[in-house]
């Protein structure tokens, strides 16, 4: 069974904290993806990897970055955290490259307040 | 513009009341769709995957179809434990490899 795991399932910080959000999977895969989920608006893709050290933006890149030293592990950085970062951070993994078919696995969620 | 659209966006149900959820589509070419349970507070849990029109696809009381424009999320003699928000989800040919998700339908079974 595919397995992502996510670091913290809830997170508090405050406004202007640097915050750090971690992935890990366990099945080898190439792709690894971070969303974040609000009600009302779904799913938005915020960066996602397809190889170690390597990265592009999503739909919603702003205020985030990420990081991908080793192929099993992405972390999603918030430089400055802000109240409107307030969300569900859900990150996947996939394991087909470009051009195929790709079913993507999810972790459990880390539900991040900014206060 | 790719899109994918679910209806309805909630549904209830009494327990053993067979109904379907809809993902209508629309991309240049598909290359996959997804649907996916999630339940309140955790992650999306992957159900299916179709590749081309006429694929049908089941699991337990759950089956999934496709068509050229949509998919069809059937639930059969449902029960409570099938509540949850279903979501499906659109690969297209071409471009990147984003997966597009709709906003999902909110299913509640009644006992």
């Known amino acids: 069974d595919v397995k992502v795991t996510q670091s913290s399932r809830y997170l508090v910080k405050r406004t202007g904290e640097k915050v750090f959000l971690e992935c890990v999977q366990d099945?080898?895969?190439?792709?690894m993806f971070w969303y974040r989920q609000d009600p009302g608006l779904g799913l938005r893709l915020i960066y996602f990897?397809?190889?170690?050290?390597?990265?592009e933006k999503g739909d919603i890149p702003e205020g985030y970055s990420v990081s991908r030293e080793k192929k099993e592990r992405f972390s999603l950085i918030l430089e400055s955290a802000s109240t409107n970062q307030t969300s569900m951070y859900l990150c996947?993994?996939?394991?087909?490259?470009?051009?195929?078919?790709?079913?993507?696995?999810f972790g459990p969620g880390t539900r991040l307040t900014v206060l | 513009e790719d899109q994918v659209t679910q209806s309805p966006e909630a549904l209830r149900l009494q327990e053993g009341e067979s109904s379907s959820l809809n993902c209508s589509y629309t991309?240049?070419?598909?290359?996959?769709l997804f649907w996916y349970r999630q339940d309140p507070g955790k992650g999306p849990e992957f159900l299916f995957t179709?590749?081309?029109a006429g694929e049908e696809k089941e699991k337990e009381r759950l089956k999934a179809t496709l068509t050229k424009k949509e998919s069809f999320l059937h639930i059969t003699a449902p029960k409570p434990e099938d509540s949850a928000t279903y979501l499906c989800?659109?690969?297209?040919?071409?471009?990147?490899?984003?997966?597009?998700f709709g906003k999902g339908t909110r299913l509640h079974i009644l006992p």
């Open positions: 989800a659109v690969q297209a040919l071409g471009g990147d490899d984003k997966i597009i």
């Open positions: 990897s397809y190889d170690v050290k390597m990265k």
């Open positions: 996947a993994s996939s394991f087909l490259r470009k051009s195929s078919t790709d079913t993507q696995y």
């Open positions: 179709l590749y081309s």
């Open positions: 991309v240049s070419g598909l290359r996959g």
């Open positions: 099945m080898d895969h190439e792709n």
